[in-house]
């Protein structure tokens, strides 16, 4: 099982990334002339503040919002509301202005079989941000990058000539967090990243991501339904709920004091389960 997260200095770190009342509404429309009738509020008014080095967990049932959310703050979908990293205003950019942030803010996605392409090897998948952000490198260099990303998270060099269906489920995810990697991200974007492993293997890379984080200093956005795994891995959380936070605090506060009565069935249905 994935160990408790160790004690924090108490030092507070910076905010990399603010936003303030995102809204993803999608239109629901009918009739012949496809008319707008109403919305599905799929991200609802959130604010969220990511901090250097820490980590906000995201929890919530099926259909919350939380991950329409991770990827409104990547600006991966359109969204209302006010996104700031870095100081600088993200939302209102267009593509080619964000094309240089990209590398700064990455994510990893749930399903470590379906988000790496059979027909490519390890060094392809993970290289692929090298071909956009540093295509000058050398055929040695780019080798040289993608093999210290893959000993970054614990893989041998060699093995980015091999291919993703020679690899266990928890290495496949390690292969897709050292793609994530590759550019020095700051804002990791976490979908999910467990939900497809086995207990022994959450835990296993729930211990990696620490020391990534401990090493690299990245703020994460972990979003997960698992309580467990939040509780080994945030700093603070958000509890979302039909597209709105309900709850949000220190992680110590809501998952052992939770007041709103979601979240308090959220930890009773964990605990019948024997997540905790």
């Not at 094309?99 to 379906?114: E, I, S, T």
């Amino acid at each position: 099982m994935p160990s408790p997260r160790p004690p924090r200095a108490a030092a507070e770190p910076e905010t990399i990334l603010a936003a303030d009342a995102v809204k993803v509404w999608f239109p629901l429309k009918s009739g012949l002339l496809r008319r707008t009738t109403g919305y599905v509020k799929a991200v609802d008014g959130v604010d969220v503040r990511l901090k250097r080095g820490r980590t906000v967990g995201v929890v919530g049932e099926s259909g919350s919002g939380k991950s329409t959310l991770g990827l409104a703050l990547l600006r991966l979908i359109g969204s209302e509301g006010r996104i700031v990293f870095e100081g600088a205003e993200i939302s209102a950019m267009k593509s080619a202005q964000l094309r240089p942030l990209r590398r700064a803010m990455q994510v990893v996605f749930q399903d470590p079989y379906g988000s790496l392409s059979p027909r490519l090897s390890v060094g392809g998948i993970v290289g692929e941000g090298l071909d956009i952000h540093a295509p000058g490198l050398s055929r040695d260099d780019r080798r040289a990058r993608i093999g210290a990303a893959l000993a970054e998270v614990g893989l041998e060099p060699a093995m980015q000539d091999r291919y993703p269906h020679e690899f266990s489920g928890g290495q496949r995810q390690r292969i897709a967090i050292a793609r994530a990697l590759i550019l020095g991200p700051q804002v990791l974007v976490l979908d999910e990243p467990t939900s497809a492993l086995d207990v022994s293997v959450q835990a296993q890379i729930v211990d990696l991501l620490r020391e990534i984080q401990e090493r690299l200093d990245i703020a994460f956005l972990f979003i997960s339904h698992d309580l467990k795994v939040v509780r080994a891995l945030a700093d603070e959380i958000l509890v979302m709920k039909d597209g709105k936070v309900v709850e949000s605090g220190a992680a110590e506060a809501v998952l052992n004091r939770p007041q709103h009565p979601y979240t308090q069935a959220l930890l009773e249905a964990a605990l019948s389960d024997r997540q905790f």
